[in-house]
């Protein structure tokens, strides 16, 4: 599952690079996905597949365990000191009514900040990072590419320590993981082709 350049992700015409515009792209992934027919949407494959396509392997959710449990330790999880303001805020009327599912609905650890028929933002807030999760889902010749993509803001001085601690296992265990796994919740909901 490669890690791609940041340059083919920004040539996608797509509404988060003008929505997250000055907010640091930390990473970009993307696997292909079996062209079983045209126009299936993210969106579909979302509501066929679960809101997450993804299925967190045991070390995944071994990783997370440790890691929520470090941070309810030291108070990792909890609002930043400062009061940060969600992506959400940007959203204009237009993004508002594209949306299919509302601003701030809580998805797992995360909230969704818009989902449009093609593209999905999540956003977390806390002591660590004020990070948001993109993805989006583009039709090729061939095939379909899932792009994955992380923002990361600082709320502290703490932030860039904090990414560079977990960043190999994100790297090498995590985002590899979830990749697998929603190429694997694909299969399961429009079959290999």
């Given amino acids: 599952m490669p890690r791609i350049s940041v340059l083919e992700f920004e040539r996608l015409p797509l509404r988060v690079h003008a929505f997250l515009a000055g907010v640091p792209l930390h ?9 079983i027919r045209p126009g299936i949407t993210l969106d579909e494959f979302l509501r ?3 809101p997450r396509p993804y299925r967190l392997s045991p070390v995944v959710r071994a990783l997370l365990s440790i890691r929520l449990c470090i941070g309810s330790l030291l108070g990792w999880d909890r609002e930043p000191t400062k009061t940060w303001e969600s992506f959400a805020k940007r959203l204009t009327t237009t993004d508002h009514s594209k949306s299919v599912v509302p601003a701030s609905t809580r998805e797992g650890l995360f909230r969704v900040v ?33 792009y994955f993509a992380v ?10 320590i904090y990414m560079a601690l ?28």
């Avoid at 990473?27 to 062209?35: F, G, I, S, T």
């Avoid at 818009?114 to 095939?143: C, D, G, K, P, W």
């Fill in 151 to 160: 923002y990361v803001c600082n709320v502290s001085s703490f932030t860039p």
């Fill in 27 to 35: 990473d970009v992934w993307a696997v292909d996905l079996p062209r």
């Fill in 114 to 146: 818009y989902r449009f028929e093609n593209e999905q933002l999540l956003e977390v807030i806390n002591r660590t990072a004020h990070a948001a999760a993109f993805s989006t889902l583009v039709e090729m010749a061939n095939t379909y590419r899932f």
């Fill in 166 to 193: 977990i960043d190999p296992f994100r790297k090498l265990i995590v985002y590899p993981s979830l990749l697998r796994s929603v190429r694997a919740s694909w299969n399961e909901a429009f079959g290999r082709g």
């Fill in 48 to 50: 066929k597949g679960g």
